[in-house]
């Protein structure tokens, strides 16, 4: 039984929709893998699956027991990347490399279809950096050979893509299209990043890191506390930038009477 689905996004709203013209074997291009064929036609990509109905069930059997399998490989995976950077490289170093790789861009040049930096990457890397004590990192020579740690990242960030299909997939309350959406809206968030309202992210993070609420009490803080302290520097800057104005506006004022 093949399985052919198409994620589009019109008029702002997501539709996961199977129609005969996106069932197309005249793709522009397309490349298999197993039964696996991912196909693009124009701005259309599909995903299409020639397994049989006991196939495919076999398949999610054996995603079910693999999940604590790709959990541990994850965090072991994370470990190390932790321990190479403590042991090997200056934090600043590190982390200046992979800004430079992941996030600057030339705008003369930049086209983001072909953009292969990954927000994620420099994340995973600075959130190591402010884990441990300035004291933990070792004296001496540092290495510049900054691809070895950036290849390690980008495995760990193929393990973490990989992880989260298998956990998406193993969500039974889910149905296939919640699933879906699911997926898609977490590699979105995680992976390719956009523009959002400062709200948003606020909102985000706030339940993300509720979840970690006793762990942030032991370090003196809770989300809370940290977008407070956000809010009052913003405020700051903007009591700073508008007080000569409002001066000015009173002095005129004054003037005026």
Known sequence: MALQKKLKIKDKSISLECKKRFLDDKYDESFEKGPIKLARKGNIITLQSDWQQDEH???????????????????KKLETIEKVIVEEYDPLEVLASAT???????????????FEGKQLNVEVIQNIILKNELEKYTIGIKSRAFEKIEKMVEEYYDQLTTYIMFENTNREK????????????????????????????????????????????????????YWSTVDEIQKQIHDKLNKPLKMLQEEHSKFRS
Request: aromatic share 12%; hydrophobic share 35%; net charge negative.
């Open 57 to 75: 069930e076999q398949f999610i059997n054996s995603v079910k027991t693999r999940i604590p399998q790709l959990k541990e490989e994850l965090d």
């Open 100 to 114: 430079l790789n992941n996030l600057i861009v030339d705008p003369e040049t930049y086209s983001e279809s072909s």
């Open 174 to 225: 889910f149905s296939k299209s919640e699933k879906e959406v699911h997926f898609r809206v977490l590699l979105n968030f995680l992976f390719i990043r956009g523009h959002a309202y400062p709200q948003h992210y606020k909102g985000i993070s706030c339940e993300l890191f509720s979840l970690l609420e006793e762990t942030l009490k032991q370090k003196g803080f809770v989300i809370e506390d």
